[in-house]
Structure formats: C-alpha cells, structure tokens
C-alpha cells in the first residue's frame, strides 16, 4: 500500500509503490535483527545492507529514521508491548517481537498514520513472521496502541511518569545511579531520547560557514546545526553534499569530542613543532584537530579498515597525518612524543543519543574487558611520551571504571605521572563541566540549552623526568 500523507517526491524520483514501501520496512527489519539478535554495532549493519542503497534516498533516511527510533525508545516500546500482551512471546517469535517494535515506533514516536503502519507491519508479518497466526496478533497489538496512543505516551519524558529505568538496561541505569544519582541519571536518559543536533570542526572563517551550513555558533568554535525532526519525511541533506564538505573546509565531530584536543592545544591552539601521537584514531576527528594546531601528527589505530578511513580523511581536509596500522599497546617504532593522545576503545555510553544500539549492545563484561585494555594503553602512553611531555586520556563513556578509576589506577602504577588539573577557563567558562579532581567530565544532559553534549571523559597528566 502507498504511505499517506507522504511528503512530495525529491526530484528525479519516481513515486513509491506499496512493494517499496513494504520493502523499506523489510530492510528496517532486518537492521533491527542484526542489531538485536545478532549483536551488530547499526554502523556496520547499516555499511554492510546490500539492499539499502536500492531504495532512493527518502526511503533509506526513513529506514535510517526508524531503526533508530525504535532502538532509542526500545524500553519503552517494550514496556508498551509488554502490557498489550497477554503472555510473552516464544523465543522462536524473535522476527514477529521486532516487528511489533517497529510498528509501535511508527505510531507512538514517528507519528506515522496509523493504518499504514498497522497494514504495513500485518503484511510484513505474513512475509517474515514465519505462523500466519501471528498477523492476527500483530493487527491487534498494534490497532489497540494506535487507539490508546496517548494512554502509551504518558511515561514519555515531559509526562511526569516518565523514569530512566524504562529507558535503559537495568545494569545501565544502576550503574549512573550509583555514580551521579537519580535526578542526574534520569536527566541523561532523558537525553539519550532526543535527536542529537549536527556539530562540525571548521577550519576557519567560523561566521562563513555558520552561514553557509545554517548554524549556530558554540562555545569553543563548534558549529551545530539543529536536528532534523524524526516524524519529518522530508530528507535531510546528505553530509558530503554540504557546502564545503569536498573542499575540506570542515569535518564532523560533537562538540564533547572536540574539547580532549582543545585542553592540549591551550587558548592560541598552536601545537606548531610538537610531534603528536595519536594512539586509536579512528575515524580521525582528534588527529585532525591536532593537523590543524600545526603538530607533527603519527596516527595509529589497528584496524586497516578503520585506518584507511582516518587517511580518506585526512585527503579530503588536506592535511599531512602519518598513518599506520598497529596495535598502540605493542608499537614501539617511534618515542619521545611531545603529546601522545589516548582516545581508549570503550563501551562509548556517553554516545548514546547518536548511537543508541550502544545501550543493549554493551554489559558489564564489556566495561571489564575494556578496562584491562585501557590500563595497557595507558602503560603503552608512558613509555612512548618524552619526560615533561603530556598524556591525555579521553573515553566516550560515562562509566566511571573507565574514567577516573582508571587515571587513578594509573597514578598509582606510574609514580612518575602527575595529574595537570583542567581550570573552567580552558573549557571556555563551562564550570559544570570540570570535575573536583580537575577532570572533564561532560553528560549528555549538560548544555541542554544548547542541544545537549556526548558523554566524554578526559584527563590531562604529565610524565615527570
């Protein structure tokens, strides 16, 4: 069936039929599973989809639109099915439990008609579902959320019955309740419900291209566009057909990633002579950052793949980044760095309004096995920093296993490391975001006047002769 209600065509596109419109919400589904069921980060699930770049483009942003949609209010769509259900579904029923999620995405959070995403999801079923009997089951799961929509939508945030604890994971949400107690974990899972805005890293000439791209100004030179609305079908330029984007005048990067190079680079952010080494650089945004200050920058990351895209980058914005594949912990083919930067693999829970597969992709094995590499690397930074030389350690994670216990974990290995304390001013006056301990901790409900910041952590330390 065609969708109603749908935006006009882009140019050049020929009008969808309903085998269209079923087959976006097909490859929707099978995104859904990947993630879900085969336990895929939705970068690679979406890099990898061979029928994806089929669809013409209103159709892959609306695929795009709605597996992340569904993953970012996947607790709470679970607690919705989970009272229109009158017993669990079987673990053989896997396709049929995603179909009901995205079906309920479509109409309590992307506000799609409710007969199209109803018909769309009972067809989908017959197709994929495996039983027939479950159509009838998922026309009425879904027609009774339709009906009942502003019944479902009372514990969204703003309702007053919105909590965390529906949003997220339970080991996740005990974990930042622990650390930074309810009002502040609530708040970030609140966070973690919004569209995230689009931050660029320019190079120069900030008020052009604020015009140019139609953003605002932020503090310390980021420039953000607002997010593109989910309930709108109407595509969004794509990145790279942005003014400036072929000419390297800009890269994208959120303003929280930005802000570990910045404390390097100091209030004339020249690094000009400095050799630099960037330990995990993929995909490339901090060793850009450091290109740009003028650094002799070596970039290292073990994964050629990862790599490659890190160098793609640094053609495009015509900057000179010594490349290799390595493994930072073992290399040893260079010392005395100046700077070495320490971006740590992590489970990256403070990026989870951009990526929100992270919430039910990451456990807490995860926070302990990448705990254990994060000490190796950081032993690594040691050995391969010249005496007075400086190590800044950074993780997108808001676990506090990967953060500060590790800095301190650190200090009492390294005798010979010393903390330099971050002061408000070299985070141009963002008080809230310097720690006690003289640390960056940013959230993700910090600056929501603003539109909001990923999760970072970041320590300044220096080696002692």
Not at 162 to 183: E, H, N
Not at 207 to 212: C, I, L, S, V
Not at 237 to 252: F, K, N
Not at 366 to 379: G, M, W
Request: aromatic share 6%; hydrophobic share 40%.
């Amino acid at each position: 069936m065609k969708e109603p209600a749908a935006p006009p065509q882009n140019p050049g596109e020929k009008p969808e039929s309903g085998s269209v419109v079923l087959s976006a919400r097909a490859v929707a589904l099978e995104l859904i599973e990947a993630v879900l069921k085969r336990r895929k980060p939705l970068d690679e699930a979406l890099g990898e989809h061979r029928d994806l770049d089929r669809l013409v483009n209103r159709d892959r942003q609306f695929v795009r639109a709605l597996v992340t949609c569904t993953l970012r209010h996947l607790g709470q769509i679970d607690h919705v099915l989970a009272q229109c259900l009158e017993k669990p579904l079987p673990a053989r029923a896997s396709a049929i439990r995603n179909i009901l999620r995205l079906g309920t995405a479509q109409t309590l959070f992307l506000k799609t008609p409710a007969h199209a995403a109803v018909d769309t999801m009972v067809t989908l079923a017959g197709k994929r579902g495996g039983e027939a009997g479950y159509k009838g089951l998922v026309n009425a799961v879904l027609r009774r959320i339709a009906r009942e929509a502003d019944t479902f939508r009372q514990f969204a945030p703003g309702s007053g019955n919105f909590t965390g604890a529906i949003s997220l994971p339970d080991w996740l949400w005990q974990s930042w309740v622990k650390t930074y107690g309810v009002r502040q974990a609530t708040q970030i899972a609140i966070a973690h419900l919004e569209e995230p805005p689009l931050d660029f890293t320019l190079r120069r000439d900030p008020d052009h291209w604020a015009k140019m791209l139609t953003g605002t100004l932020l503090p310390g030179g980021t420039l953000r566009r607002p997010a593109h609305a989910p309930d709108n079908y109407r595509p969004s330029p794509r990145v790279e057909d942005l003014p400036g984007y072929a000419e390297g005048m800009w890269w994208v990067q959120d303003l929280g990633a930005s802000l570990p190079v910045k404390l390097l680079a100091g209030p004339t952010g020249n690094l000009a002579g400095l050799r630099a080494l960037d330990m995990c650089a993929a995909p490339g945004g901090k060793s850009a950052q450091l290109a740009l200050a003028g650094a002799q920058v070596t970039a290292l990351d073990r994964s050629r793949k990862r790599l490659d895209r890190v160098a793609q980058n640094m053609k495009r914005l015509r900057f000179s980044v010594d490349c290799e594949v390595a493994d930072a912990a073992l290399w040893r083919k260079a010392k005395d760095f100046d700077i070495v930067l320490l971006d740590a693999p992590c489970t990256a829970t403070g990026t989870i309004r951009r990526h929100p597969d992270v919430a039910w992709l990451k456990d807490p094995r995860d926070v302990e096995k990448l705990s254990a590499t994060q000490d190796s690397l950081i032993t690594a930074a040691v050995q391969l920093v010249r005496d007075g030389g400086i190590i800044l350690y950074c993780t997108c994670s808001l676990q506090p296993e990967e953060g500060p216990e590790r800095i301190a974990a650190a200090l009492r290995r390294h005798p010979n490391l010393a903390r330099i304390p971050i002061q408000p001013n070299e985070l141009y006056g963002l008080k809230e975001l310097v720690t006690p301990d003289g640390d960056l901790r940013s959230l993700p409900s910090h600056l929501a006047d603003l539109g909001g910041i990923d999760g970072f952590y970041a320590a300044r330390l220096v080696k002692r002769s």
